[in-house]
Each structure stands twice: as C-alpha cells, then as structure tokens.
C-alpha cells in the first residue's frame, strides 16, 4: 500500500490519519452525481412526453388522409334510410366532425328511396280493406324524414351543386280509390325543401316504379316541377309500368297534364318510359347535346320509328343512347332518313334495331359505337344494323363495342376489317332481358339456340400475322367478355395475339396492346395465361383474367 509521508511519521502508533479534503469531497459528489443523474433523466422524460401525441389514435390521422377516405365513403353510400357516411363520420369524434361540416363537397349527393310495398308491409296487422289511414299516415312519416334528410344536406352543403337521386315504387298490391288521391299533400314537405330558391341543383334523377290505376310514385314528378330551373343542366326520368299512364291521372299530378322542363335549359336528359307518355314531357329539345330514351326495364315497347321521332328534336345531340323493346320478327315500315350531323357517341341496349333503322340514321361524325349490351338475332352481312354501320363509318371509329352473338362469323371478319383505326375494342355476348323482381333485376346469361362460337378464329383475324392482313392494327384495348376458352386452342390464340401485339419487332403499322381485359365462362383448369406469357418473356402489365 503507498503512504503519504504524514503517515510515515506515525507508524508505530495507533493514530489514524484521514486525507479530511480528499474523504469529504468524495463524500459530498457522491450524493450530487445521484442528484444530477435523476434530473436528467426527469428532463429526458418530460422531453419525450412534450414531443409524443398524447391523443387517440383515430385523432391523429391526418385531414387529407380522413378526406380521402371519406370521399370513398360518399361515393358507394347507400340511399336513404341507410345511415350515410357523412353523418357518422360527424359522431365520431369533435375533429371529424368539425373536418366534415367544413367540407360541404361531402354533402353534395342526396339519395332517397321508398318501396311503399315495404310500408305497407310493415302495417301489422294489415288494416282492413279500403281503410288506408294508417298507410298515409306511415307514408307521412317517411316522407318527412326524407324532407329532413335533403333540408340537412342543402345546408351542410353551403350553396355548392347538388345532385338528387330518388326512386320510389309504389306498392302493387295497394289500390288507392279516387277518393284518396290527393297525394300531392304527402309530398309537400319534401316539395317545399326542394324547391327552395336557393338551392342551387344540378341534376335530378327519379326512378319510379308506377301502378298507373293508382299511384303514389307518380306523384313525386312535382319534385321536377318544383326544383328551380337555373343551374340545373341533368336530369333522369325512368318510369317503370306495365302500361301507358292514363291521361287523368296526368292531369292529376302536373299542371295542365305536362312534366314541363323548358326552364332547366337541360344539356343531358335521360327519358325512359313508354312512348305514349313521351307526349307529356316538355323540354328544350334543341339545347340536349346528351340524350338516353327507351324502353324503361319493365319492357315497354319501343320501336325504332318511335325512336327516331324523338331524336328528330334533337339536332344537337353528341352522345345517344337508346333501349329499344322490339321482337326480333318486327320489320318496320319506311323510315325517313335523318342526319344528326354532331353525334358522336351511339349507344344501344336492350334489343338490336333492325337494319332499315341503320339506314335511316345518318351519323357523319360518329366515333364511338357501342352495341355489346343489346340482343340479336345472328345476322350476316346483308342483315345486321350493326354491321352497317360499321361498314359505313368504320374509318373514324376510335372505340366499338360489338356482341359476337349477334354476327355470323363472316359477318364477324367484315366488321373486323373495316375498323382500321378502332383503339378500344369490346367482344361480348348477349343477356337474356333483366327480370323485374319489384324493384330488383336479375340479369341471366344465355346463348343464341344452335350457336357455335369461333373463340381462336376471332382471335387469329387479329393476328398481325395473318396472311389476309392484319385487322384493327391500331388497336391498344381489347374486352373480350363471357369469353368461352374451354378448348386449348382459344387459349393458345390468346397467348400467340398479345405475343405478338407486344413485340417489339412487330411492324410499326400495328400499335402496342396496351390493354387485354378477358372474362372467361369456361377455360382449361389449371392453364394460366400469365404463367404462358411469362415463359416467352411477355410483360403481362395491363392484362386482366376474370371467370364468372
């Protein structure tokens, strides 16, 4: 052990020499260094609780975050009397419900929806025959809670657009006597909001399941009466019945008989209801430069002489769609000719025209035919509508849409070969006609009796192989949809075309396959297009395998 030399001098005594500075320094930074150690640790922690959110974590996702979701939300919302997402949102907490009532585009779609069969069902007991008190009276109710809902919404929308959507279907098994039919009464508190002069809307649609003895539904055309005209420039109105709307009962629910929307200044209307009822609709024809009319899905009949009356109004028209309801047996008689000289875009759904309607519509500046959702008869080159079109503005279609049930294959390679600059293409079947279950359909895929469908020709005639030349060579999008590939070969024709159609070595003439969208109803189990295409070093971005 080392000694100082003041404790040399003491050795043989029993005296014990303490360094005193040294022992009492020690002893008081002992303490201190605790001391020290503590404080730091006590800032480090009120460090960390100053710089960590204490909140919920359902108040910590950001705005734009919460507004994304929200619009999601809004845009698959359910009708009315559904809770919508905008309103839960605002009973979740104080910031999203201060987020959502500063948002008024939140607000901005409101929609409603009344089966009165579920009304009446709702009576329990029934009430007895002819005594329909208590149905007005839930009828009341109900309509005061929609008129509670769109009066909510106008104002949490602060002054933005809005959009209304209603439908209503009137209970089949109710059969209102004339003693009880002023309706209008019931309606006027949703009638009164509504037509507020500062509501500003932009579009309403009514989608109406009408008993045309005795309706309730009808009476909702009021909302159209009574919605102030400036701003609006959409409307939809589809009136489902099983047969035309006496003309009394018109002049019960509209002025003078008359749905009378001249003062909307409509660019788009979509009108679908028998066609003897189109006499009741007044609008600015001329000023329509979008127009759907038709059959409405309860299968009126419409005809293709019915359908070019109307658009005989509509020379400004750029966008058609028509639902037309005739038997394939119907042979029309002579159609006059007309010419709509800015229409562009030509839809139509339910049951294919029959080829004098091709004639008699002249469309110079047509580039988008789409007729995949409409049923026909397999027709060949002399006979198809379809086809005639095709022949005769097929040069400038940049986007067709065709049911390959509907043409016999030769009908098929000549409609093929005249769409030289076609980039969306659409190959699809035909449905059978959607059955009305109330307000409800069901649509049932069905083929043609005795078709054969050439699944692997079709897709060779796009082959920028093919020896006979390559059809559509600016194609960019094929559909082809209810697809059969059952056989090998359909499967291989599919693999070898977007092969092909992707190569860089392909001929400059033909465009990339951007796009391959394939909906199968059968193909070879286990047979995997993409594993295919893969193997050939193919880049499958933009393909899309479906089966029903």
Same mark, same amino acid.
Request: aromatic fraction near 6%.
């Given at each position: 052990m080392d000694s100082s030399p003041q404790s040399e001098q003491h050795l043989d005594t029993n005296i014990l020499i303490l360094e005193a500075p040294n022992a009492a320094t020690a002893l008081e930074a002992a303490p201190r260094g605790i001391i020290d150690a503590v404080d730091n640790e006590i800032a480090e922690l009120e460090e960390e609780g100053r710089s960590h959110d204490t909140k919920p974590p359902i108040q910590r996702i950001p705005d734009d975050i919460l507004l994304e979701s929200f619009f999601k939300l809004v845009t698959s919302a359910a009708p009315w009397p559904y809770a919508h997402p905008s309103i839960v949102a605002s009973?979740?907490?104080?910031?999203?419900?201060?987020?959502?009532?500063?948002?008024?585009?939140?607000?901005?779609?409101i929609e409603l929806i009344l089966p009165l069969a579920s009304v009446w069902e709702e009576l329990n007991p029934p009430p007895a025959q002819g005594d329909f008190e208590q149905y007005l009276s839930l009828c009341r109710h109900?309509?005061?809670?929609?008129?509670?809902?769109?009066?909510?919404?106008?104002?949490?929308?602060?002054?933005?657009?809005?959009?209304?959507?209603?439908?209503?279907?009137?209970? *089949?098994? @109710?059969?209102?006597? !004339?003693?009880? #039919?002023?309706? $209008?009464?019931?309606?006027?508190?949703? *009638?009164? @909001?509504?037509?507020? !002069?500062?509501? #500003?809307?932009? $579009?309403?649609d009514l989608d109406l399941a009408v008993v045309p003895e005795s309706s309730l539904a009808l009476h909702l055309l009021r909302l159209l009466v009574a919605l102030p005209g400036s701003g609006m420039r959409s409307a939809v109105l589809c009136l489902q019945m099983s047969s035309q709307i006496p003309e009394s009962l018109w002049n019960e629910v509209l002025p003078d008989g008359k749905l009378d929307l001249r003062s909307a200044e409509l660019h788009s209307l979509s009108v679908r209801m028998a066609y003897g009822d189109m006499s009741c609709v007044q609008a600015s024809w001329e000023g329509l430069t979008t127009l759907t009319s038709g059959a409405p899905p309860s299968g009126s009949r419409f005809l293709p002489s019915e359908a070019l009356d109307i658009l005989r109004s509509t020379p400004n028209l750029i966008h058609c769609t028509i639902y037309f309801s005739v038997a394939s047996s119907h042979r029309p008689p002579v159609l006059e000719s007309l010419t709509l000289t800015h229409l562009e875009s030509l839809t139509i759904v339910g049951k294919l025209?029959?080829?004098?309607?091709?004639?008699?519509?002249?469309?110079?500046?047509?580039t988008r035919l789409l007729t995949g959702r409409a049923m026909g008869v397999e027709e060949g080159v002399k006979t198809s509508a379809v086809l005639l079109w095709i022949e005769k503005y097929g040069a400038q279609l940049k986007e067709v849409s065709v049911a390959y049930t509907s043409l016999k294959m030769p009908?098929?390679?000549?409609?093929?070969?005249?769409?030289?600059?076609v980039e969306s293409l659409e190959?699809?079947?035909?449905?059978?006609?959607?059955?009305n279950i109330g307000p409800f359909r069901l649509t049932i895929f069905t083929l043609p009796s005795g078709f054969t469908f050439d699944a692997d020709g079709i897709l060779k005639e796009l082959d920028p192989g093919n020896p006979d030349g390559c059809p559509c060579p600016r194609l960019r999008t094929l559909v082809l949809e209810h697809w059969f590939g059952s056989e090998e070969k359909a499967m291989d024709a599919a693999v070898d075309l977007v092969e092909k159609r992707r190569n860089p070595q392909r001929p400059e003439s033909i465009s990339r396959l951007d796009t391959l969208d394939i909906t199968f109803l059968q193909r070879p189990p286990g047979r995997d297009i993409f594993v295919d295409l893969e193997r050939k070093g193919v880049d499958t971005d933009g393909i899309t395998i479906r089966s029903k």
């Amino acid at each position: 052990m080392d000694s100082s030399p003041q404790s040399e001098q003491h050795l043989d005594t029993n005296i014990l020499i303490l360094e005193a500075p040294n022992a009492a320094t020690a002893l008081e930074a002992a303490p201190r260094g605790i001391i020290d150690a503590v404080d730091n640790e006590i800032a480090e922690l009120e460090e960390e609780g100053r710089s960590h959110d204490t909140k919920p974590p359902i108040q910590r996702i950001p705005d734009d975050i919460l507004l994304e979701s929200f619009f999601k939300l809004v845009t698959s919302a359910a009708p009315w009397p559904y809770a919508h997402p905008s309103i839960v949102a605002s009973q979740v907490c104080h910031g999203w419900r201060d987020l959502v009532l500063s948002t008024p585009l939140l607000w901005t779609k409101i929609e409603l929806i009344l089966p009165l069969a579920s009304v009446w069902e709702e009576l329990n007991p029934p009430p007895a025959q002819g005594d329909f008190e208590q149905y007005l009276s839930l009828c009341r109710h109900y309509l005061h809670s929609m008129a509670e809902r769109v009066r909510m919404f106008t104002q949490r929308s602060a002054g933005c657009p809005l959009q209304l959507e209603v439908m209503v279907y009137d209970a *089949v098994k @109710v059969r209102l006597p !004339s003693s009880l #039919q002023p309706w $209008s009464q019931v309606f006027a508190p949703l *009638v009164e @909001v509504v037509s507020d !002069s500062t509501t #500003q809307w932009e $579009s309403i649609d009514l989608d109406l399941a009408v008993v045309p003895e005795s309706s309730l539904a009808l009476h909702l055309l009021r909302l159209l009466v009574a919605l102030p005209g400036s701003g609006m420039r959409s409307a939809v109105l589809c009136l489902q019945m099983s047969s035309q709307i006496p003309e009394s009962l018109w002049n019960e629910v509209l002025p003078d008989g008359k749905l009378d929307l001249r003062s909307a200044e409509l660019h788009s209307l979509s009108v679908r209801m028998a066609y003897g009822d189109m006499s009741c609709v007044q609008a600015s024809w001329e000023g329509l430069t979008t127009l759907t009319s038709g059959a409405p899905p309860s299968g009126s009949r419409f005809l293709p002489s019915e359908a070019l009356d109307i658009l005989r109004s509509t020379p400004n028209l750029i966008h058609c769609t028509i639902y037309f309801s005739v038997a394939s047996s119907h042979r029309p008689p002579v159609l006059e000719s007309l010419t709509l000289t800015h229409l562009e875009s030509l839809t139509i759904v339910g049951k294919l025209p029959p080829r004098p309607f091709a004639e008699a519509l002249e469309l110079p500046s047509l580039t988008r035919l789409l007729t995949g959702r409409a049923m026909g008869v397999e027709e060949g080159v002399k006979t198809s509508a379809v086809l005639l079109w095709i022949e005769k503005y097929g040069a400038q279609l940049k986007e067709v849409s065709v049911a390959y049930t509907s043409l016999k294959m030769p009908a098929m390679r000549v409609a093929l070969n005249n769409l030289p600059n076609v980039e969306s293409l659409e190959l699809t079947s035909r449905t059978s006609p959607p059955a009305n279950i109330g307000p409800f359909r069901l649509t049932i895929f069905t083929l043609p009796s005795g078709f054969t469908f050439d699944a692997d020709g079709i897709l060779k005639e796009l082959d920028p192989g093919n020896p006979d030349g390559c059809p559509c060579p600016r194609l960019r999008t094929l559909v082809l949809e209810h697809w059969f590939g059952s056989e090998e070969k359909a499967m291989d024709a599919a693999v070898d075309l977007v092969e092909k159609r992707r190569n860089p070595q392909r001929p400059e003439s033909i465009s990339r396959l951007d796009t391959l969208d394939i909906t199968f109803l059968q193909r070879p189990p286990g047979r995997d297009i993409f594993v295919d295409l893969e193997r050939k070093g193919v880049d499958t971005d933009g393909i899309t395998i479906r089966s029903k």
